[in-house]
């Protein structure tokens, strides 16, 4: 029972991270979020007397490295990531840490692992590629989905070496010791982007309480419950709750942030458990436990998925737009207008029907203006569309150099001033306007745009 339980909640509380992430980012800059949960983490993990044992001295800089490896860097790379790829699939893809772990542990011990345990690997990992693969096509274009999904990557090779290295050590001086220091270190190398990204945030309750969950939660217990399931079971198959993430953060990001997920990833979140399942399989010497851990991740995943897709059942045509952002005066928007464009694409992409797609793709496009006041932001919000080729067939328009003419042309069809002195809540008011008048005229046409 323990040695399921060590391994199916870490995936719960991981799933739910990304969903921490994306509600803090609307308050603070991913420098600023990962310094928050590693200093909450560690806090947490300082009420526990026991993460006071001593440390073997020779153990000492191994557990500064983790510091490194498991905490500061991927955790920044995470953070930094979700800036260009939606809380799901940024869960999703981190249901891939279990096929890097196992190349890692084969490599250091020169060695492939047996092939009943790699085959539930390849299968978990293509289950991961599955329910990426819809996202890549959506959110703000091919060349920032890119990116985030590269600085995911990154983070997967280290957190597959953390996971080996963890494991030899926590055994040696225990789990909590271990990790207590491994994210003390972690806090001092992220003090000084994280400090001043803090206090220059833009705080209001329900960032503030993510931020409290992801570090406690997500940065603290859970990371002492994996650590402890590497020192009992191993550390590839301690990282196989990994494939429980991209279940919770469907569920999450289709239920709370109304993320579209198409039926693809419904698919590959079934796929990733079958993984986890061969995986387990292959471990004869547990088989007990792993069976039980089956069990629990299986009932909990026929819970989540169960939930989203009867929503998704139907899945509707989507509204294209493009997001263009100006600063008055200038050529190019200034750092002000670029975080205010990303906190309305954020929006946006939290928009079920919504897709902010490139030039070419779309019809429709919202331009921001920013300008600045005393104490104060301004925005002016124009959204413009131009004509379509059948659109003019039925207006009577034949001749093909006119209709190129007005194809070029962009038609105004709403806009609105907004002035405000957080940034955040500016981008926010300004998605829930664009949704509740254009959006929501648009969504009574048949078919939809």
Request: include cysteine; glycine fraction near 10%.
């Given at each position: 029972?323990?040695?399921?339980?060590?391994?199916?909640?870490?995936?719960?509380?991981?799933?739910?991270?990304?969903?921490?992430?994306?509600?803090?980012?609307?308050?603070?800059?991913?420098?600023?979020?990962?310094?928050?949960?590693?200093?909450?983490?560690?806090?947490?993990?300082?009420?526990?007397?026991?993460?006071?044992?001593?440390?073997?001295?020779?153990?000492?800089?191994?557990?500064a490295v983790l510091g490194v490896i498991w905490m500061?860097?991927?955790?920044?790379?995470?953070?930094?990531?979700?800036?260009?790829?939606?809380?799901?699939?940024?869960?999703?893809?981190?249901?891939?840490?279990?096929?890097?772990?196992?190349?890692?542990?084969?490599?250091?011990?020169?060695?492939?692992?047996?092939?009943?345990?790699?085959?539930?690997?390849?299968?978990?990992?293509?289950?991961?590629?599955?329910?990426?693969?819809?996202?890549?096509?959506?959110?703000?274009?091919?060349?920032?989905?890119?990116?985030?999904?590269?600085?995911?990557?990154?983070?997967?090779?280290?957190?597959?070496?953390?996971?080996?290295?963890?494991?030899?050590?926590?055994?040696?001086?225990?789990?909590?010791?271990?990790?207590?220091?491994?994210?003390?270190?972690?806090?001092?190398?992220?003090?000084?982007?994280?400090?001043?990204?803090?206090?220059?945030?833009?705080?209001?309750?329900?960032?503030?309480?993510?931020?409290?969950?992801?570090?406690?939660?997500?940065?603290?217990?859970?990371?002492?419950?994996?650590?402890?399931?590497?020192?009992?079971?191993?550390?590839?198959?301690?990282?196989?709750?990994?494939?429980?993430?991209?279940?919770?953060?469907?569920?999450?990001?289709?239920?709370?942030?109304?993320?579209?997920?198409?039926?693809?990833?419904?698919?590959?979140a079934g796929i990733c458990l079958f993984g986890a399942?061969?995986?387990?399989?292959?471990?004869?010497?547990?088989?007990?436990?792993?069976?039980?851990?089956?069990?629990?991740?299986?009932?909990?995943?026929?819970?989540?998925?169960?939930?989203?897709?009867?929503?998704?059942?139907?899945?509707?045509?989507?509204?294209?737009?493009?997001?263009?952002?100006?600063?008055?005066?200038?050529?190019?928007?200034?750092?002000?207008?670029?975080?205010?464009?990303?906190?309305?694409?954020?929006?946006?992409?939290?928009?079920?029907?919504?897709?902010?797609?490139?030039?070419?793709?779309?019809?429709?496009t919202i331009w921001i203006v920013t300008g600045a006041?005393?104490?104060?932001?301004?925005?002016?919000?124009?959204?413009?569309?131009?004509?379509?080729?059948?659109?003019?067939?039925?207006?009577?328009?034949?001749?093909?150099?006119?209709?190129?003419?007005?194809?070029?042309?962009?038609?105004?069809?709403?806009?609105?001033?907004?002035?405000?002195?957080?940034?955040?809540?500016?981008?926010?008011?300004?998605?829930?306007?664009?949704?509740?008048?254009?959006?929501?005229?648009?969504?009574?046409?048949?078919?939809?745009?």
């Amino acid at each position: 029972m323990i040695d399921s339980l060590l391994i199916t909640l870490p995936g719960l509380i991981w799933g739910a991270s990304f969903l921490f992430i994306a509600e803090g980012l609307d308050a603070v800059s991913p420098s600023g979020v990962a310094f928050i949960r590693i200093l909450v983490g560690f806090l947490t993990l300082s009420l526990m007397p026991a993460v006071r044992r001593p440390v073997q001295r020779a153990d000492r800089a191994r557990t500064a490295v983790l510091g490194v490896i498991w905490m500061a860097f991927p955790l920044n790379m995470f953070a930094f990531a979700e800036q260009h790829v939606s809380s799901a699939l940024a869960g999703m893809l981190n249901g891939a840490v279990p096929l890097f772990v196992a190349a890692v542990a084969g490599g250091i011990a020169r060695r492939v692992p047996a092939r009943p345990i790699l085959l539930g690997l390849a299968v978990g990992f293509l289950g991961a590629i599955l329910i990426a693969l819809p996202g890549m096509t959506q959110s703000d274009g091919r060349a920032g989905q890119t990116l985030g999904v590269s600085l995911i990557l990154a983070a997967l090779v280290s957190y597959g070496f953390a996971y080996s290295l963890s494991g030899p050590l926590q055994q040696r001086n225990g789990a909590l010791p271990v990790i207590w220091r491994a994210l003390g270190v972690a806090v001092v190398l992220t003090a000084p982007l994280g400090i001043p990204a803090l206090l220059a945030g833009h705080w209001s309750l329900r960032p503030i309480a993510s931020l409290i969950a992801l570090g406690a939660g997500g940065t603290g217990i859970a990371y002492v419950m994996t650590a402890t399931a590497a020192g009992r079971m191993g550390a590839t198959v301690a990282s196989v709750n990994n494939f429980i993430i991209p279940v919770v953060a469907l569920a999450l990001g289709v239920g709370l942030r109304h993320e579209h997920v198409s039926w693809v990833a419904i698919a590959g979140a079934g796929i990733c458990l079958f993984g986890a399942w061969l995986t387990r399989r292959g471990r004869t010497s547990h088989s007990l436990v792993y069976t039980r851990a089956v069990k629990s991740m299986l009932m909990v995943a026929a819970i989540l998925i169960g939930a989203p897709t009867s929503a998704l059942a139907q899945a509707a045509e989507k509204i294209t737009v493009m997001l263009e952002a100006r600063t008055e005066g200038r050529a190019t928007p200034d750092a002000a207008a670029a975080r205010l464009l990303a906190g309305v694409r954020r929006g946006l992409a939290a928009i079920g029907d919504v897709e902010v797609v490139e030039p070419e793709h779309a019809r429709r496009t919202i331009w921001i203006v920013t300008g600045a006041a005393p104490g104060s932001s301004a925005a002016s919000v124009i959204v413009t569309e131009r004509y379509d080729r059948e659109t003019l067939m039925v207006l009577g328009v034949e001749d093909d150099d006119i209709a190129n003419r007005m194809m070029a042309l962009q038609i105004v069809v709403d806009h609105q001033i907004f002035t405000g002195r957080d940034p955040a809540a500016l981008a926010k008011r300004i998605v829930t306007a664009v949704d509740d008048g254009i959006f929501t005229r648009l969504r009574t046409l048949k078919p939809r745009p």
